[in-house]
């Protein structure tokens, strides 16, 4: 009878741990350069405005479809869409969004042409807090 509950909590134990070690492998890449930092947080801020985008239009023609009681071949299949479905295609977008980022980052040279613009930060005279008493 137990026997459910423990499958299901290894499983979300398995995918938690698998999970932050991924994010730490991912927080340590992005932040060890700007160049990387800015180019994670354009991907990572890009997905997720997709798939607001994505779950939002489901919703919002659903609820068009429900309260204003339309028919037709489109509106028959927003009334019979799987959310499920929509789930699936979110977690395949992340991971074919990863994929050409990774590719484009790894061949397109991205850090090597955004680091050559990057100014190197000028030497800051010491300030009042550092001259000696």
Known sequence: MLA????????????????GA??????????ARPVRKVYYNLVI??????AAFIIGT???????????????????????????????CIAAMFVLVWAGALIYWRFGQVEARWS??????????????ARPL
């Open 58 to 88: 489901i919703e919002i023609l659903g609820i068009l479809t429900t309260e204003m009681h339309l028919h037709g071949a489109f509106w028959d299949l927003v009334a019979n869409f799987n959310i499920n479905l929509a789930g699936f």
């Open 45 to 50: 801020t890009a997905l997720s405005i997709g």
């Open 4 to 19: 459910l509950p423990f499958l299901f909590s290894g499983g979300m134990m398995l995918f938690d741990t698998l999970d």
């Open 22 to 31: 991924f994010m730490n492998f991912a927080y340590g890449w992005a932040f």
């Open 116 to 129: 050559a613009n990057v100014a190197a930060d000028p030497v800051q005279p010491p300030g009042p807090s």
